[in-house]
């Protein structure tokens, strides 16, 4: 690593810095997947990357008359070139205008951001926060809500004052977990655009401080009780809250992902728990937390970060209701959590767990969904499931229950990594966003790269932290996969329920222009003109057209010359087509979109750029979201 300076590593180089992967497993111990596979890979080096995607041409048998015959008009713009400036650019035809910015006020006589001081104290619960990431709106009556997310800060801006942005106070820790969290907002349109509408009764900034309840399995567990909260049901606060989703009866979904980095140690002799090496909570954290508030001291509350890693469900209709922590849906570094019904009424919430080698999961809920009625235990009481992909393009959800695990279910809830592996899941390059296709049984999950599966030169193979062999496989097909991919599903029974599943890749990233061939030039849908790399965010709008968002790199040099700033693609399940709508600024990424309820709106977010955006030179660099239409008033998804 070349950056010096903590604070701007990613997270997954925080992790490799304080937790390096487990020592590299023997490949005679998959040696006999490896033989089973040879004829696929031998394929894929003869440069016939498709394969592994699948025939584009024979995914139209594989989704419904209703996407076939949209398919003529699934694009209705120009696509646009990539970019490597510091604004965001649109096809011909729409606009775009920012809605809501890192900093921005919330309530009436509050402060916007003050680029040399920062934050106050007093302002940093009232403002817009910072790092925008998954976001839903909601009809909420005649009001416009949209709940958006805060997955970190930036350390220097928010404390100006402090040595390289670390807190030398507790009320400059508190600034920093304001600033994080969930903003629930209502926006209008009116002659300026898109706004935020000051003071209105559903603005509320959940933090690090908001009061929550755990439900589920693990509510109440000896895991999670803590002097403060020796029933183990009340805790406080939800972290590093990345992707999101929506219930059907009108709830908001976070999920909290890296939250090991807010947890550390004051005492060196402190031993820490087994259990904490496969989540990454080490001694160090990114923000020192635990020099001023006891909470985030390990030594004094081991079980705290047992109490962070789940997907908290907020009511954004009801600014005084209380978040729930719902262990059900297990704890891991979660991403999102896309909710769809299957055929009987029953909940199924898929989610993907974004570290290198980690799983994919869905949960199912025992009880029916009935508009109206009761769901206060739709999320707590059903079966927690692993993805298992085979290389004969099926695959099988295995259950993580007593038996299967040998563990008791609170361990299942809060050790979800440890049971997962008990079972055989395979370890997948980063899952992040998953999306559902609303008008076929479909599902989509991006897989967003994994530099770090590789056989070595000692013919030995990297694990994950949990020590499961990162081995190659049809669905994680490439070494060194710095391009990542995205796999497509298809539940068996046209029933998400289902315990089993066909699959394929809807496509491969890569670089065309750089790898004339091979597995690296991507898949047959990818060419100069769509390239990109690092999918992460993805949402389908109401017509079945995914929206595919990237994370990755933007240097626009080597493996990536041509790929520019960040971006986001529409991409048609019915053909394998793809093209880019929008470019980022330079350094951000493009991450978190939704719709205002007529769809004549999309919003988008731009997170962390390092150019002036959204407000030109010589402006702070500011985390957005902004608001794109169509000149002509038209529905935008």
Not at 37 to 62: E, T
Not at 481 to 492: A, D, S
């Amino acid at each position: 690593m070349t950056d010096t300076n903590k604070n701007h590593l990613s997270w997954d180089e925080w992790d490799e810095l304080q937790n390096p992967p487990p020592a590299v497993t023997d490949f005679d111990l998959v040696v006999e997947r490896a033989v089973s596979r040879r004829g696929f890979l031998g394929i894929l080096a003869m440069g016939s990357a498709a394969v592994a995607m699948g025939s584009v041409g024979n995914l139209m048998s594989s989704t419904s008359a209703v996407a076939q015959d949209a398919a003529a008009t699934r694009f209705p713009f120009k696509p646009i070139a990539a970019q490597t400036d510091a604004t965001i650019h649109v096809p011909e035809g729409y606009n775009w205008k920012p809605l809501a910015k890192w900093g921005q006020p919330l309530f009436s006589n509050v402060a916007d951001i003050d680029p040399v001081k920062g934050v106050s104290l007093e302002a940093s619960d009232k403002v817009f926060g910072e790092n925008t990431d998954g976001m839903e709106s909601f009809q909420i009556g005649n009001h416009q809500v949209i709940a958006v997310n805060h997955e970190y800060v930036n350390n220097e801006t928010n404390l100006p004052h402090a040595p390289e942005g670390m807190p030398q106070s507790l009320d400059d820790v508190k600034i920093l977990q304001n600033m994080q969290g969930v903003t629930v907002m209502e926006v209008a349109e009116g002659e300026n655009g898109w706004e935020i509408v000051l003071d209105s009764p559903f603005n509320r900034r959940i933090h690090h401080n908001t009061p929550m309840k755990l439900s589920g399995p693990a509510a109440g567990s000896e895991l999670v009780k803590t002097s403060a909260d020796p029933a183990g049901i009340d805790c406080l606060g939800t972290f590093n809250n990345c992707g999101a989703g929506r219930t059907p009866w009108g709830t908001y979904l976070t999920c909290e992902e890296n939250f090991n980095g807010y947890f550390g140690s004051t005492n060196a002799e402190f031993k820490m728990p087994d259990d904490y090496k496969r989540y990454g909570i080490a001694a160090e954290t990114r923000y020192g937390y635990e020099k001023f508030d006891e909470r985030f001291d390990v030594s004094k509350n081991p079980n705290e970060p047992r109490r962070a890693g789940y997907v908290v469900e907020i009511d954004p209709s009801d600014a005084s209701s209380t978040p729930i922590k719902r262990t059900a849906l297990g704890r891991i570094k979660h991403e999102n959590a896309a909710v769809v019904i299957a055929r009987d009424g029953r909940v199924v919430v898929y989610m993907g767990d974004d570290e290198r080698g980690e799983f994919l999961y869905k949960f199912v809920s025992n009880g029916i969904y009935v508009p109206g009625g009761d769901t206060s235990k739709l999320l707590d009481e059903g079966t927690l499931y692993v993805a298992k992909f085979s290389d004969d393009s099926t695959g099988e959800w295995l259950a993580l229950t007593e038996e299967t695990t040998g563990m008791k279910m609170d361990e299942i809830c809060v050790f979800t990594r440890q049971a997962a592996s008990k079972v055989g899941a395979t370890t997948m390059d980063r899952p992040e966003w998953v999306a559902v296709n609303p008008v076929a049984i479909e599902a989509y999950c991006a897989l967003t790269n994994n530099s770090h599966r590789a056989v070595l030169k000692d013919g030995k193979m990297r694990t994950n932290a949990g020590g499961d062999v990162m081995e190659l496989n049809a669905a994680n097909p490439r070494e060194g996969n710095e391009f990542g991919q995205i796999v497509r599903w298809y539940p068996e029974n046209d029933d998400h329920a289902d315990g089993k599943f066909k699959w394929d890749l809807f496509v491969m990233a890569g670089n065309p222009d750089v790898h004339k061939d091979g597995p690296y030039a991507g898949s047959s849908n990818i060419n100069s003109g769509n390239m990109f790399n690092s999918p992460d965010g993805m949402m389908f709008d109401s017509t079945g057209l995914l929206w595919i968002q990237t994370d990755g790199e933007d240097s626009n040099e080597g493996d990536f010359v041509g790929q520019g700033n960040n971006q986001m693609l529409a991409g048609d399940p019915a053909t394998g087509r793809i093209e880019r709508f929008l470019t980022g600024p330079k350094g951000g990424e493009v991450t978190g979109m939704t719709w205002a309820s007529d769809k004549r709106t999309m919003f988008v977010g731009i997170q962390h750029p390092s150019a002036p955006f959204p407000d030109g030179e010589g402006a702070l660099p500011r985390s957005t979201i902004v608001a794109v239409k169509r000149d002509d008033k038209a529905l935008v998804g």
